[in-house]
Nanobody, 127 residues
Framework: QVQLVESGGGLVQAGVSLRLSCAVS????????MGWFRQPPGKAREFVVA????????EYADSAKGRFTISRDSAQNTVYLQMNSLRPEDTAVYYC????????????????????WGQGTQVTVSP
């Protein structure tokens, strides 16, 4: 059974950085496309960024380009989301997801392609 546990969220001021972690058990992080999604208050969940199984390809939402970076540590079996220059509009619940059946060549933005999800971690950015 695959389990994903996010951590690292919190209440921060605009402009600072935060790093989220997603600890994975039951499957190697290198055996799935690993993604981060977020759900702002009152809105639908949206794609943020994902990394391919091989680690050589990433895909970012426009809102994340230049400020967010996804990485993974195979030894720790953990995926990270480094978020810099945070803005109030980044306030959301952030979810980690694993796409076990996705190919590295496909688009990573489609939510229903991910089979496994974490419980989410809240990030609140104050002005």
């Amino acid at each position: 059974q695959v389990q994903l546990v996010e951590s690292g969220g919190g209440l921060v001021q605009a402009g600072v950085s935060l790093r989220l972690s997603c600890a994975v058990s039951g499957r190697a992080v290198s055996s799935a496309v690993m993604g981060w999604f977020r759900q702002p208050p009152g809105k639908a969940r949206e794609f943020v960024v994902a990394i391919s199984r091989g680690g050589g390809r990433t895909e970012y939402a426009d809102s994340a380009k230049g400020r967010f970076t996804i990485s993974r540590d195979s030894a720790q079996n953990t995926v990270y989301l480094q978020m810099n220059s945070l803005r109030p509009e980044d306030t959301a619940v952030y979810y980690c997801a694993a796409g076990r059946s996705m190919y590295d060549s496909t688009t990573f933005v489609t939510e229903d392609k991910y089979e496994d999800w974490g419980q989410g971690t809240q990030v609140t950015v104050s002005p």
